[in-house]
């Protein structure tokens, strides 16, 4: 689905990712975890073509990025839903339409008039703040706006970039269960986190396979969890 080979970046004249291989699988669930600044956001474009490797190859679905123009790689990115760790709403429009935007932007807006935009706010327990302007929300509602906004287009992936790093732990929770619940309805799921705490709470719920970035390299931190 996602799989990297041997793929290094660089930025600035120096190496932030070198010789990275990894596979993700169809239905799996992984944690990405280091320290700031090792590169977890950095691995997490690649994942979705927002970036090239320097060395390496990336394939999307069994396409190389190096091999696709930009409109291939727009149709790419309707199949990965990304939750970003900065996230960025226009303030002068309600939740709702917010979450429509990929909708919008691909043509399908229509499609919102269906009932299925209602049943993703519920879903994400935001049916009652619809109408509310992003600047109004809370940091856990708009985390959860912005998971609504990552799967309304039904995506086979969906990565998460410290989508939790904002809010409080029960919040958190919340938002956590929402990824499992995903990844139990068959979706690729990869989150990238320093918080080793949560990472052991998804202990109890779902197979994950967490792995480190650590000197560059991407290694498998232990068993699965």
Not at 19 to 32: N, R, T, Y
Not at 169 to 184: G, H, P, T
Not at 197 to 211: C, D, F, G, N, P
Request: overall charge neutral; charged content about 25%; glycine content about 10%.
């Amino acid at each position: 689905m996602i799989e990297l080979e041997n793929v290094a970046y660089s930025y600035g004249g120096g190496e932030l990712l070198s010789d990275i291989s990894l596979k993700l699988a169809p239905g799996s669930f992984h944690f990405l975890t280091g320290p700031s600044g090792a590169g977890k956001t950095t691995l997490m474009k690649l994942c979705y073509g927002a970036l090239l490797p320097t060395a390496g190859h990336v394939r999307l679905f069994g396409a190389d990025v190096r091999g696709l123009d930009r409109d291939d790689i727009a149709q790419i990115r309707r199949r990965v839903g990304v939750v970003h760790q900065d996230v960025k709403f226009l303030d002068h429009l309600g939740v709702s339409e917010n979450v429509c935007l990929p909708l919008t932007v691909s043509g399908r807006h229509a499609e919102a008039a269906n009932g299925d935009l209602d049943e993703l706010l519920s879903w994400v327990g935001l049916t009652n703040r619809a109408d509310a302007l992003p600047p109004e929300l809370s940091g856990g509602e708009r985390q959860r706006a912005a998971l609504a906004r990552a799967v309304i287009m039904s995506p086979d992936v969906v990565l998460a970039d410290e989508p939790t790093g904002n809010i409080d732990w029960e919040m958190s929770q919340r938002l956590l269960r929402l990824l499992i619940e995903l990844n139990k309805m068959g979706k690729t799921v990869l989150i990238a986190t320093h918080d080793l705490s949560l990472i052991r709470a998804t202990k109890a719920h779902v197979q994950a396979r967490v792995l480190r970035i650590a000197n560059r390299r991407v290694q498998l931190a232990g068993a699965d969890l």
